[in-house]
Protein backbone atom coordinates (compact mmCIF):
# COMPACT_ATOMS: atom_id res chain seq x y z
CA UNK A 1 0.00 0.00 0.00
CA UNK A 2 2.98 1.99 0.70
CA UNK A 3 4.04 3.70 -2.56
CA UNK A 4 7.04 6.54 -3.26
CA UNK A 5 7.73 8.21 -6.35
CA UNK A 6 10.75 9.82 -7.46
CA UNK A 7 11.31 12.84 -10.10
CA UNK A 8 13.47 15.21 -10.78
CA UNK A 9 16.08 13.45 -12.32
CA UNK A 10 17.99 14.38 -15.44
CA UNK A 11 21.33 15.37 -16.95
CA UNK A 12 22.95 18.34 -15.65
CA UNK A 13 26.60 19.68 -16.32
CA UNK A 14 29.21 19.60 -13.14
CA UNK A 15 28.15 22.65 -11.14
CA UNK A 16 24.67 22.60 -12.06
CA UNK A 17 21.33 21.97 -9.61
CA UNK A 18 18.82 19.63 -9.55
CA UNK A 19 15.79 19.04 -7.28
CA UNK A 20 14.41 15.66 -6.47
CA UNK A 21 10.98 15.41 -5.41
CA UNK A 22 9.59 11.92 -3.16
CA UNK A 23 5.52 11.95 -3.19
CA UNK A 24 4.85 9.68 -0.19
CA UNK A 25 1.24 8.30 0.40
CA UNK A 26 -0.23 4.83 2.18
CA UNK A 27 1.78 4.86 5.44
CA UNK A 28 1.14 6.07 9.07
CA UNK A 29 3.22 6.06 11.86
CA UNK A 30 3.77 8.01 14.39
CA UNK A 31 7.80 8.69 14.20
CA UNK A 32 9.65 7.61 10.71
CA UNK A 33 11.95 8.48 8.64
CA UNK A 34 12.47 9.23 5.06
CA UNK A 35 15.59 9.08 2.90
CA UNK A 36 17.22 9.48 0.33
CA UNK A 37 19.83 6.97 -1.50
CA UNK A 38 21.70 6.42 -4.24
CA UNK A 39 23.53 4.28 -6.61
CA UNK A 40 26.07 4.46 -9.62
CA UNK A 41 26.45 1.28 -12.16
CA UNK A 42 29.03 -1.28 -9.97
CA UNK A 43 28.21 -0.39 -6.81
CA UNK A 44 26.62 -0.66 -3.31
CA UNK A 45 23.49 1.90 -2.69
CA UNK A 46 24.57 4.25 -0.53
CA UNK A 47 22.28 6.16 2.08
CA UNK A 48 22.43 10.22 0.90
CA UNK A 49 20.70 12.14 3.09
CA UNK A 50 17.40 11.38 5.52
CA UNK A 51 14.80 13.26 8.02
CA UNK A 52 12.21 12.27 10.25
CA UNK A 53 9.46 13.66 11.70
CA UNK A 54 11.44 15.44 14.53
CA UNK A 55 12.75 18.47 12.38
CA UNK A 56 16.06 18.97 13.77
CA UNK A 57 17.13 14.42 13.11
CA UNK A 58 18.86 14.95 9.81
CA UNK A 59 21.81 13.12 7.89
CA UNK A 60 23.78 13.92 5.15
CA UNK A 61 26.54 11.87 4.00
CA UNK A 62 29.59 13.96 4.39
CA UNK A 63 30.75 14.12 0.42
CA UNK A 64 27.36 16.16 -0.02
CA UNK A 65 26.98 17.88 2.99
CA UNK A 66 26.95 21.45 2.47
CA UNK A 67 25.54 20.96 -1.14
CA UNK A 68 22.52 19.31 -0.70
CA UNK A 69 19.33 19.82 1.63
CA UNK A 70 16.84 17.73 2.46
CA UNK A 71 13.44 18.97 3.23
CA UNK A 72 9.72 17.52 3.09
CA UNK A 73 5.92 19.51 2.77
CA UNK A 74 3.94 17.27 5.48
CA UNK A 75 0.81 19.01 3.47
CA UNK A 76 1.63 17.15 0.35
CA UNK A 77 3.20 14.46 1.49
CA UNK A 78 6.22 14.81 -0.74
CA UNK A 79 10.14 15.03 0.59
CA UNK A 80 12.86 16.84 -1.73
CA UNK A 81 16.37 17.06 -1.98
CA UNK A 82 17.97 19.83 -3.30
CA UNK A 83 21.08 19.19 -4.74
CA UNK A 84 23.58 22.42 -5.68
CA UNK A 85 26.95 22.31 -7.10
CA UNK A 86 26.48 18.71 -8.59
CA UNK A 87 29.84 16.66 -9.27
CA UNK A 88 30.20 13.77 -11.86
CA UNK A 89 30.56 11.37 -9.04
CA UNK A 90 27.14 12.07 -8.00
CA UNK A 91 25.76 10.27 -10.91
CA UNK A 92 23.62 7.71 -10.06
CA UNK A 93 20.27 6.55 -9.61
CA UNK A 94 18.63 7.89 -6.55
CA UNK A 95 15.79 6.78 -4.58
CA UNK A 96 13.89 7.77 -1.69
CA UNK A 97 13.05 5.71 1.31
CA UNK A 98 10.75 4.99 3.99
CA UNK A 99 11.11 3.43 7.40
CA UNK A 100 7.96 2.59 9.34
CA UNK A 101 9.79 1.52 11.95
CA UNK A 102 11.83 4.14 13.03
CA UNK A 103 10.20 4.91 16.77
CA UNK A 104 11.33 1.52 17.51
CA UNK A 105 15.08 1.02 16.16
CA UNK A 106 18.54 2.38 18.34
CA UNK A 107 18.78 5.44 16.17
CA UNK A 108 15.57 6.92 17.49
CA UNK A 109 16.49 6.59 21.48
CA UNK A 110 20.12 7.61 20.11
CA UNK A 111 18.69 10.65 18.20
CA UNK A 112 19.90 9.50 14.78
CA UNK A 113 18.59 9.57 11.68
CA UNK A 114 19.72 6.55 9.66
CA UNK A 115 21.46 6.26 6.36
CA UNK A 116 21.93 2.63 6.13
CA UNK A 117 19.84 0.77 3.60
CA UNK A 118 19.05 -1.55 6.18
CA UNK A 119 17.07 0.15 8.19
CA UNK A 120 14.48 0.98 5.65
CA UNK A 121 11.19 -1.15 4.39
CA UNK A 122 10.15 1.14 1.30
CA UNK A 123 11.69 2.15 -1.71
CA UNK A 124 10.53 4.22 -4.60
CA UNK A 125 11.78 3.21 -8.28
CA UNK A 126 14.16 5.44 -8.00
CA UNK A 127 15.65 8.85 -10.98
CA UNK A 128 18.53 8.88 -12.86
CA UNK A 129 21.15 11.82 -12.38
CA UNK A 130 23.83 12.56 -14.30
CA UNK A 131 26.49 14.78 -14.01
CA UNK A 132 28.83 15.50 -17.49
CA UNK A 133 31.96 17.20 -16.52
Known amino acids: EVQLVESGGGLVQAGGSLRLSCAAS????????IGWFRQAPGKEREGISC????????YYKPSVKGRFTISSDNAKNAVYLQMNSLKPEDTAVYYC??????????????????????????WGQGTQVTVSS
Open 97 to 122: AVSTTYGSSPNYLLGLCSGSVDEYDY
Open 26 to 33: GFTSDNYA
Open 51 to 58: LTNIDSRT
